[in-house]
């Protein structure tokens, strides 16, 4: 059994402050090879840890022989914020969240710690050219970070 790295001293004090957060946003990626496409999520001004990054293809992808879309990865995934690039490369997407299918996304390594608001960009390479039905220009790609935000002393708590 994993325990979460998130169970310690610090979180132990005033679990209660400390809830799951989840933000999202969807990206259109083109079709073409090579093709980029970029998105940012905005954090709320509190302190937050992010622990995982999901994604998945939006879309008719239980049937791809008719619709042309499959939940492949067959994506790279660059993030960063206004500080700094988490990389100096170009992740396949199943390498960095874990693969689709097969199992849970996985855990970073090393959790992010964000003290506050923070814009995390997202830069999507498209690894191959995909035939989709209907003809469309892009596809969707929706991406999750995953983590705990600290809401603040409950009132009536400790510390």
Not at 23 to 34: A, K, Q, S
Not at 51 to 57: G, K, N
Request: proline share 6%; charged share 25%; net charge negative.
């Amino acid at each position: 059994m994993n325990e979460s790295r998130l169970i310690s001293p610090k979180f132990d004090l005033d679990p209660d402050r400390w809830k799951p957060m989840f933000y999202e946003t969807i990206i259109e990626v083109p079709v073409l090879e090579d093709s980029v496409a970029e998105e940012s999520i905005e954090l709320n001004n509190m302190p937050f840890i992010l622990v995982r990054i999901a994604h998945t293809i939006l879309g008719n992808t239980g049937d791809p022989e008719t619709s042309g879309l499959y939940n492949d990865g067959q994506y790279l995934i660059e993030f960063s914020d206004e500080k700094r690039n988490y990389g100096k490369w170009r992740a396949h997407a199943n390498l960095l969240c874990g693969p689709l299918g097969v199992g849970s996304y996985r855990e970073l390594e090393y959790p992010i710690f964000y003290p506050g608001t923070h814009a995390i960009r997202f830069r999507l390479t498209n690894t191959y050219t995909r035939t989709l039905s209907p003809k469309e220009d892009n596809f969707r790609v929706q991406l999750l970070l995953a983590g705990v935000e600290d809401s603040g002393r409950v009132q009536g708590g400790s510390q």
